[in-house]
Nanobody, 123 residues
Framework: VQLQASGGGLVQVGGSLRLSCTAAGRTFSGQAMGWFRQTPGRQREFVAYIGEIGLTTYYKNAVKGRFTISRDNTQNTVYLQMNNLQPEDTAVYYC?????????????????WGQGTLVTVSS
């Protein structure tokens, strides 16, 4: 599976961005999808995941109520809508795919990764 993430950019505190991740090369609907993020010098951390048909979602506590993960299996795309962005959300965001019904908070459970898209929140 090849994953292509996009949608990052520079936004002010309280602003919004929508990240997209489009998959190619394998049946997308059979993949649970996750979003992770990483800042320099720190380990990649879990942000959100969504199950293979979109019924199950799970979020990092710090983003609950602000971020929404969704997917469109007809477009082979997963989204991360990010609202009320804060400086601590600044990171490179990665999408990942796992050949399993449900997602995981453990990055080691994902087989495929996108290239990352940078989100910068300025104050």
């Amino acid at each position: 599976v090849q994953l292509q993430a996009s949608g990052g950019g520079l936004v002010q505190v309280g602003g919004s961005l929508r990240l997209s991740c489009t998959a190619a090369g394998r049946t997308f609907s059979g993949q649970a999808m996750g979003w992770f993020r990483q800042t320099p010098g720190r380990q990649r951390e879990f942000v959100a995941y969504i199950g293979e048909i979109g019924l199950t979602t799970y979020y990092k506590n710090a983003v609950k109520g602000r971020f929404t993960i969704s997917r469109d299996n007809t477009q082979n795309t997963v989204y991360l809508q990010m609202n009320n962005l804060q400086p601590e959300d600044t990171a490179v965001y990665y999408c990942a795919a796992r050949t399993y019904r449900s997602g995981s908070t453990d990055s080691r459970q994902y087989e495929y990764w996108g290239q990352g898209t940078l989100v910068t929140v300025s104050s």
